[in-house]
């Protein structure tokens, strides 16, 4: 079942394979597009993944892996 902890990764994962650069809803449907099944199972996170989404967005900003916006840092 996923977790709130996994959307730093599937966010991680969307920027990569839009080159590292994307927009919010592109990030949000590629979530959507992979990992579907797995937010349907996950209780509570079905109803809050893209809020925990920009969270995740948040942490990876603090730890110096996403820039501005929606990019990826190398």
Do not use: C, N, P
């Not at 809020?51 to 190398?74: I, N």
């Amino acid at each position: 079942m996923a977790d709130k902890s996994d959307l730093k990764t599937w966010v991680v994962d969307a920027l990569e394979a839009t080159g590292g650069t994307s927009t919010i809803v592109e990030v949000a449907r590629h979530i959507w597009d992979h990992h579907e099944q797995e937010l349907r199972r996950s209780g509570d996170l079905f109803f809050t993944w893209q809020y925990d989404m920009r969270w995740a967005a948040t942490a990876l900003r603090k730890e110096g892996k996403m820039g501005s916006g929606w990019t990826l840092l190398k």
